[in-house]
C-alpha cells in the first residue's frame, strides 16, 4: 500500500516571511513567473493610468485603482491582481476585501490559471467585474458578477463598470493596445 501523500498547508503567516513573489492558493504555495515585461507591463500601466484618472476626474474619492497588490482573501488565499479597483477604505498594505474590478494580462505562463483558477477564484469571493486582456490576440474579456455566477459580456467597443451610485469606470478596448506598426 503506497504511503498517503502529504501536501503541507501554509497560511498568511508563513507567507508574509517567505522571500520572492508568491500567492497562496488554499493553502498551496504558487511561486509567480519571473516579472513580466513589454507589452504585459505596459498595458496593466495603462489599465492603470486610465482607472485612476477616471476616478480622479470624477472626483471619486471612495475607490481607487492599484497595482500588483496583494489581496487577502483568506488566512490561506493571497493572489497579487494586475490591476484592482477597491472601494472604501484605503488598503495600507494588503487589500482586504473583494475588489469590484480586477484586471489580469496574460503571459504564456499565466494564460491557463487565469482563464480558470483565477477566474473561479475571483468568481466565489464575489469580484463584481473580472477583465481578462490578451495582448497576443489583442482582446478583452469581461466577465460581469450576477447571480453569483459570471456571464461573459458581449464584446463591445466600450464597458462600462458601476462601481457605486457617484463612480463608475469606462474601458475602450480599441484603445488600449499598443499599434502594431
Not at 504585459?40 to 500601466?45: C, D, E, I, M, R
Not at 494564460?111 to 490578451?134: F, Q
Amino acid at each position: 500500500m503506497p504511503a498517503p501523500k502529504y501536501l503541507p498547508h501554509y497560511t498568511l503567516a508563513d507567507y508574509q516571511n517567505w522571500d520572492g513573489d508568491w500567492e497562496l492558493w488554499n493553502g498551496i504555495p504558487v511561486a509567480m513567473t519571473p516579472s513580466p515585461f513589454g507589452r504585459h507591463q505596459w498595458l496593466a500601466g495603462k489599465i492603470l493610468t486610465q482607472f485612476n484618472q477616471q476616478l480622479e476626474l470624477q472626483g471619486c474619492e471612495e475607490c481607487y485603482a492599484l497595482g500588483e497588490t496583494d489581496w487577502i482573501i483568506g488566512t490561506d488565499t493571497i493572489v497579487r491582481p494586475d490591476v484592482a479597483v477597491v472601494c472604501g477604505q484605503f488598503p495600507e498594505r494588503y487589500i482586504e476585501s473583494p475588489p469590484r474590478i480586477v484586471v489580469e494580462v496574460l503571459t504564456d505562463s499565466t494564460e491557463n490559471k487565469d482563464r480558470t483558477v483565477k477566474h473561479d477564484l475571483y468568481e466565489a469571493n464575489k469580484v463584481s467585474y473580472y477583465l481578462i486582456v490578451d495582448a497576443n490576440m489583442r482582446l478583452l474579456t469581461v466577465y460581469q458578477l450576477r447571480d453569483g455566477r459570471y456571464d461573459c459580456l458581449d464584446r463591445r467597443p466600450r464597458y462600462e463598470f458601476s462601481l457605486h451610485d457617484s463612480c463608475s469606470l469606462h474601458l475602450d478596448p480599441t484603445r488600449m493596445f499598443p499599434s502594431t506598426d
